[in-house]
């Protein structure tokens, strides 16, 4: 049995390796040779990383690849995107270059309100509590000015804070539910600092209000945090054309594959096995636009799905329509997104990333994500209702078979020319350099 560690967090990073290879490595040497191969061979570079996390051991390698020829809002741009999943970049690539010639991808922030919300308990008359609340509003405010004074130089800061009253739901269960605009930063600590000022501005001033009884000015506050549910930072993508422009090689009779398209998309606005798998495509765009650029994937994951859940089932995020002979394809998403602040000129591949982007605004990156996320939704579809997914997909995984099988170059060359005009399955593909290796 593995013993427990005492104090790991204080070693250094060359004993902490060396405890995990000796408590969890049959072959210690070989899984410490591992770790240090992918350290950077930049210190400097290195110990920024080290930095990001506690305990970092080493470097995780995810591909950072780029879809060019996206036309959005009549400019070109190249999309960074750090994924590693084989077919994503090459379907988005491939999106890019058919709606390139369609007229391009549009994209249109709606609006850009972020949430935070003190959760507290308050026994007593709920009259009171909002006389307290409109009494000492101003006090939430001026009290978070040190906090908001840089935010509101560039245009953000708080814009509203409600009482909510939330005993429906909890008995005492109460809020002060907050708007934020966070302009070009994600705004997360932002919005906590200021949360958490307004929790002590809650605290203090109940203890003075004089209508409050002794046991009224007992509020409890839970916790102070943003939500990552932002149903007011949205932003939409679209594509459109007529449908007879649809055709191309795949696309022999394009109202049929309009309508089936359509109709696939239908299925997914109505059955929710179906969209989370459809979303789970849009999200293969999104994320690994998210992650290039420095986003916090997790938080978008989790406000996108809540989204698409905001009618009480879950659905599709994209919709389809023809509609006079004009084939229109759009997705609206929320995205909390930042291009100043966090990790954006901290990690140099990020920086790197916003710069290919030609150092967007928050907003213009909500467009480029929404329009990854399109893109990668169409491809998928476009195959799935043509030629089935798994042609292309496998045949962009077979480098990754080809690389469990340790094949050569001569080998590879062979098994690629097989498998043109042969389907790809892993085990079709070890028939094939078995009987290779005879
Ligand atoms: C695979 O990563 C994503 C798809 O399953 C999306 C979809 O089914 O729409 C192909």
């Not at 978070?144 to 004074?149: A, D, N, R, W």
């Not at 009884?213 to 007011?232: A, D, G, Q, R």
């Not at 809540?306 to 919709?319: D, E, F, I, R, V």
Request: charged content about 20%.
């Amino acid at each position: 049995m593995n013993k427990p560690v005492a104090g790991f967090s204080k070693l250094s990073k060359e004993e902490k390796i060396n405890w995990i290879a000796k408590e969890y490595f049959s072959t210690p040497s070989e899984a410490i040779a591992l770790l240090k191969n992918y350290w950077n061979t930049d210190e400097k570079i290195q110990k920024l990383h080290d930095e990001f996390i506690e305990n970092t051991i080493t470097n995780f390698y995810i591909p950072l690849g780029v879809a060019p020829n996206f036309l959005i809002n009549g400019k070109y741009s190249t999309i960074p995107m750090a994924i590693e999943e084989s077919s994503v970049v090459a379907a988005a690539s491939k999106s890019a270059n058919y709606w390139s010639t369609r007229g391009g991808f549009k994209a249109t922030v709606i609006n850009t309100e972020k949430i935070g919300q003190v959760h507290f308990l308050y026994k007593g008359d709920l009259s009171k509590l909002q006389l307290f609340f409109a009494q000492n509003k101003a006090k939430f405010f001026s009290d978070t000015e040190s906090i908001t004074k840089n935010m509101q130089k560039r245009g953000g800061g708080i814009l509203d804070i409600v009482l909510q009253d939330k005993t429906d739901l909890l008995p005492n269960y109460y809020q002060l539910h907050a708007t934020f605009e966070t302009k070009d930063s994600m705004g997360a600590n932002f919005i906590n600092s200021c949360l958490e000022q307004f929790a002590k501005t809650l605290k203090e001033e109940s203890q003075h209000y004089a209508l409050f009884s002794e046991s009224e000015k007992e509020i409890t506050v839970i916790m102070s945090i943003l939500s990552n549910y932002v149903p007011n930072c949205t932003v939409r993508a679209e594509v459109s054309c007529p449908v007879n422009e649809l055709a191309e090689k795949h696309i022999l009779d394009p109202q049929d594959f309009a309508e089936r398209f359509v109709q696939a998309v239908q299925i997914a606005e109505v059955e929710p096995f179906r969209a989370v798998t459809h979303n789970k495509g849009i999200m293969n765009g999104v994320d690994a636009v998210v992650l290039a650029t420095g986003n916090d994937f997790r938080a978008v994951e989790a406000g996108i799905h809540a989204y698409a859940a905001k009618s009480g089932q879950y659905s599709s995020l994209s919709h389809a329509t023809i509609e006079n002979g004009i084939f229109t394809f759009w997705l609206e998403i929320p995205l909390a997104l930042g291009t100043v602040g966090g990790l954006t000129t901290l990690h140099p591949l990020v920086k790197l990333s916003l710069e290919m982007l030609k150092n967007p605004s928050a907003k213009e990156l909500m467009e480029v994500v929404a329009v990854a996320g399109l893109a990668q939704n169409f491809a998928a579809l476009r195959s799935l209702t043509t030629t089935g997914i798994q042609d292309g997909h496998m045949k962009m995984h077979l480098n990754n078979i080809l690389n469990q099988f340790g094949a050569n170059e001569d080998e590879r060359i062979l098994i690629r020319k097989h498998f043109k005009h042969n389907t790809v399955s892993h085990s079709a593909v070890a028939d094939y350099i078995n009987n290779l290796r005879k």
